[in-house]
């Protein structure tokens, strides 16, 4: 029986680029604002977790210290946990195994990356060393060009058109205008997406997520203390963690992302619910192409139907499953380290009701958050409730 | 009530120069080795954590996914965890987490690193970057200038000699000779150390741990699985993990490292044991002066008595506490993801009677591991036993 754990605190920096800060500074607006949301100070907290995808970026190679010295926290365990853009749902499931197995009663999970301080071409090639340096970068594949592929194989199988992929990201981006904190807080078109430059095609830069600087921060707490702490804890009911094959060339099919069905059976199980019983949801659109493949793995779609969800309308606030209502990552940015937490504070925003008008679920119960790490290899799938 | 967890399992990859081996393959030789002494196939394990200090070294900025497909593991959890220099501890933590909280009942615990692909100079660079970019790293301070700090401060406070840190290097390369898996198997004397070059006096080129590539791995396993593994389990007893505040310039004491002693008092609390039922040790000797005040911090030598314990041989075999009798960082080499694991791997093969003629501890019960990120803000201390 593993011990309940809820979400007592959340805080989040603004998306987007900030020039003048660095991760100490991001990562303590995020961290502060998420210690005074849960009513404790920092000498309270008894482990801090820290994801940073990449020290490349920032120049910061063993980032947690310089992350817990900007708030103030020393004395107790800290480090960092990695998964490359899944790097925020493994500090958050580091610090979730620290109080589930009672090592400590109350842990802050601190998510933060800086991507636009280095020039955007020196960004893609450390975001392209995240995949195998061995078997794939020599060969000058980048993520949009893996992505390229998937939406490539979803097409031909499935008849998902450009205009369905175009679909994601102008619902991304009309949410995102009602979120304070997105990067891109600007509706956009169909023609917009379609006449935008192609970046790996089919995808072209308004499929794909931008470079970002952000944080964002959870407190985490035993039963015991959630109950103490607030009278609106949002439990952590079910946290599956998959992973799949690394390399893409021994992949079957291009077209399914199976560690993201794998890693939501586990969370459905530990949960006891099912696709049905989720009110909200956020997912993985590093480019709008996941978005629609995750609907499927995730049971919101049958194979291959995840573009008729987005076509129907079923994904916007009022459908069946609204998805993104944050902005997602294409419109409210994809600060790599930051975004899995981010994920944690969207839903945890939503089920206590405080979202922000245009994007709330209203009465929303039981939330879902799908972060994964490169193509998949690294997979989260969280089930929330009130 | 923590659950019990044991190490069933432990591989190991000669440390040192491995110029035409990638973390990938070192990564598998270790890995399989340890799934081989745990009688268990890749398919078993339900968890990988790996621990890889700097991506920038390797080049494989997510390198837990390249990890993971060269041991053959895909479907379940894995992902990175990183602390500098305990950055291996850091993963067994992860691991013991995992398995503590009743998520996994087995998990394989990966630490690797390789660090002489890039030159001297850019490796050094990558270590200083470890530390505060903001507030140290930009003032050219390189981990051996701060350990030189330590070093002077010891000797003002305590009269603590450069013969007495030398000796602990002679000690250290003594036992490595008997190592198979160390990266210098060649004795020293006094005299060596004291005429090497200077690196940051008055630490010179042998008072120091050299830059090393290689792996180390051990299968954790829950109490049920371990009793029907092995019949030689080695239990974690207790693991304490504290951390200490980041910046040097804001200590009052260089000659003490308080959040080892913090850890260690947690470990002491946990296992039940005392520093005089510890029977052999492995430090973190990243440079000789910090083995000592470790001595100090672990209540193996009062406050400043640290020398002493070298210069009358109780710290070697048939010594009061015998400790680094693999040879340490300094003399079995120091790959900073390995290090924490391969502390492990030493304590269990002592702990089993299983470590090479000349270098082992006979019937020894209790043991003790302490590794340490950066100048201690990550420190890590674990007290096994049969």
């Known amino acids: 029986m593993v011990q309940k754990v809820a979400i007592v605190g959340v805080g989040h920096t603004k998306f987007g680029h900030h ?17 005074e949301d849960a009513g404790i100070a920092n000498t309270e907290v008894q482990m801090l977790s820290v994801g940073v995808a990449s020290g490349s970026m920032s120049g910061q190679l063993s980032p947690a210290a310089s992350v817990a010295d900007a708030l103030g926290i020393a004395g107790v365990p800290y480090y960092r946990s990695e998964a490359a853009c899944a790097t925020g749902s493994a500090a958050l499931r580091t610090a979730y195994a620290h109080i589930a197995s009672g090592f400590v009663d109350i842990a802050l999970v601190v998510g933060v990356e800086v991507m636009t301080h280095t020039p955007t071409k020196v960004s893609t090639d450390y975001l392209a060393q995240m995949g195998d340096m061995e078997w794939e ?5 980048t993520f949009p060009g893996y992505f ?3 939406a490539s194989s979803h097409m031909k199988l499935y008849g998902t ?4 992929l175009a679909l994601v990201s102008v619902k991304n981006h009309k949410y995102a205008f009602y979120n304070p904190y997105a990067q891109f807080q600007k509706r956009i078109s169909v023609s917009d997406v379609l006449s935008s430059k192609p970046v790996a095609p089919p995808l072209k830069l308004l499929d794909c997520s931008p470079l970002t600087d952000g944080a964002a921060a959870v407190v985490l707490a035993s039963e015991e203390l959630a109950r103490k702490l607030t009278d609106t804890p949002v439990w952590i009911r079910g946290m599956g963690v998959a992973s799949l094959n690394n390399l893409i060339a021994e992949r079957r099919d291009l077209a399914s992302i199976p560690s993201v069905r794998l890693a939501a059976k586990i969370a459905y199980s530990q949960s006891g619910f099912t696709p049905a019983d989720i009110q909200i949801a956020e997912l993985h659109d590093c480019f709008t192409i996941a978005e629609i493949i995750e609907y499927e793995e995730l049971g919101f779609a049958e194979r291959g139907k995840g573009a008729q969800l987005v076509r129907e309308g079923q994904t916007e606030l009022g459908g069946k499953i609204p998805v993104n209502l944050s902005g997602g990552l294409k419109a409210k940015g994809h600060p790599l380290g930051a975004t899995g937490v ?3 504070v969207e839903i945890t925003k939503q089920l206590r009701g405080e979202a922000e008008r245009g994007r709330s679920v209203s009465g929303a119960q039981v939330g879902l958050t799908q972060n994964m790490g490169l193509t998949g290899q690294y997979s989260f799938v969280t089930i929330y409730s009130r």
Chains 1, 2 share one sequence.
């Open 161 to 164: 058109s450009e205009e369905d």
């Open 19 to 35: 020039d003048d800060l660095s991760i100490r500074e991001l990562a303590a607006e995020a961290g502060f604002a998420a210690l």
């Open 148 to 150: 390229a592929l998937m």
């Open 342 to 344: 981010s994920m944690a």
């Open 137 to 141: 970068y020599v060969h000058g594949i």
